[in-house]
């Protein structure tokens, strides 16, 4: 009798956590396709782009994460947990500077959801599922007030304003395409 429950037992488990395995494997290939994140443009029409260790320009962006209360977070809770991971940010008005975070970002700048463009970008051009889903927040700021740095290096090795036009005429060598997720934004 032991025997018999035992097999009947290990038979549902492999089942159950199967299954959820599955589920959880899907919801990770779902949120690793979506991304959201702050394309910040200067008055010499130059976004502020962050480099990471393979040589790619991006936005400040990143995934999606789910809550503690179980809900996945929203495009602008992404975007600026995002941007406050990866760079440091300071405001000179008149004789000071101010440091910006989440609770005074709001106050220094215009973050008008108006603003969110959103573009598919195939990521893996060698596979048909490769699509990602990038939403970017344009923020417009005048880079003499407005200093970025990378917080660290874990995730960036450069941050720095990027020339749209270059990102626009840039020919990727060899098939390897630095500017793939700004590119869409630039046009």
Known sequence: MSREFKRAYESYLSKEYSTQAKSVNDAQTILESLSSGILFLNTK???MGVQNH???WSAAKGHPKIKNDGTL???LETLLRELFEELSIKF???KSQIIINKNNIGHHLALNKDNFLECHINSRTDIDNGIR???LLVVCVDEKKWKFSLKDNKENKACAWLNIDDIIRNKPENGYDIYYTLRPFAR
């Open 133 to 135: 889903h990038i939403g």
């Open 54 to 56: 393979h040589g790619c």
């Open 73 to 75: 977070e929203t495009a």
């Open 45 to 47: 029409n130059q976004i």
């Open 92 to 94: 000179k008005r008149s």
